[in-house]
């Protein structure tokens, strides 16, 4: 799963993902902020962007990273159809796969 922090790092976020087959499970993990990676357990780089545009439209020239969470444990192939930050409301239900 990719995750980032914006803004600050998150700190002992819990996520909840729901399996295919209705069953759930939940763990919690900190996050880095995007624009300072300080690789808590867990997570790990996945990829990063050159810049952003921020509001006014002008350019942060700042390398900004995603991060790949590995402490989601699952059954074997269990297929995974959402994932959702406790403290946040899931309005969509996108498509995961963890293999």
């Known amino acids: 799963m990719l995750a980032v922090g914006v803004n600050g790092d ?4 819990t996520f909840t993902i729901t399996y295919a087959d209705g069953e759930s499970a939940s763990f919690s993990q900190s996050l880095n902020d995007w624009a300072s990676p300080r690789k808590f357990s867990g997570e ?3 990829f990063g962007i050159p810049y ?3 509001a006014d439209g002008s350019k942060d020239s700042r390398t ?3 991060y790949g969470i590995r402490s ?4 074997a192939r269990q297929c995974a159809v959402s994932a959702c930050l406790a403290t946040a409301t899931c309005s969509f239900s996108p498509q995961l ?3």
């Open 64 to 66: 900004f990273y995603g």
């Open 52 to 54: 952003r545009l921020v």
């Open 44 to 46: 790990s780089v996945a």
């Open 10 to 13: 998150r700190e002992m976020q």
């Open 97 to 99: 796969w963890y293999p």
């Open 72 to 75: 989601i444990s699952t059954a």
